[in-house]
């Protein structure tokens, strides 16, 4: 059974409160010569600040649109490089150097679809939690850095499974070049 420990001054006299607050006790105040303190004026609640008027808000929200824009720009020049995935790492192979022909065409197509859903996917996550934290007046600007990041790891990971699948690309990468 958990105990709730008590808060801050929960338990604390009035008179303990004005001790520790370093006021003088109750009965050596004046009492004849001092005027009556006004009576407290309830306060008008405040009503919250836009994320726009904060400061920085606006260059903030600026910053994440931008990088939301280059990976859309990403994203949609990168869907048919990986919908045609053998052609790409045929033509990675050659720029290595490479001598032989890619031919993990089958896997090539399966893993180019898969990335093509995950690179989606991973945009999407990534605009829904950005527009989240704007909303609820948090920084965003990071956001697009990590989804990106985080987004191309696993990315990656799809396109290396048909390229460390075809011989060529593995013996490509065991030979050292020649030069």
Not at 19 to 46: I, N, W, Y
Not at 141 to 166: E, K, N, Q, Y
């Amino acid at each position: 059974m958990s105990v709730e420990r008590p808060q801050y001054g929960e338990y604390a006299t009035p008179e303990e409160q004005r001790a520790r607050a370093g006021l003088p006790p109750v009965e050596q105040m004046p009492t004849a010569s001092a005027p009556a303190p006004a009576p407290p004026v309830p306060q008008q609640p405040v009503a919250p600040t836009a994320p726009a008027a904060r400061s920085g808000g606006r260059a903030q929200v600026l910053i994440t649109a931008v990088m939301l824009g280059v990976g859309m720009v990403n994203v949609l020049s990168s869907i048919p490089q990986f919908l045609n995935l053998s052609a790409t790492l045929q033509q990675t192979l050659k720029l290595m150097g490479g001598e032989g022909t890619f031919s993990n065409f089958a896997v090539a197509r399966t893993w180019g679809i898969i990335a093509v859903l995950v690179l989606v996917a991973g945009f999407a996550a990534t605009v829904w939690l950005s527009v989240r934290r704007i909303r609820r007046s948090r920084s965003s600007w990071w956001v697009p850095l990590v989804g990106f990041a985080v987004t191309m790891v696993a990315v990656s990971i799809c396109v290396s499974v048909p390229m460390f699948g075809d011989p060529a690309f593995t013996q490509s990468l065991l030979t050292p070049p020649a030069g």
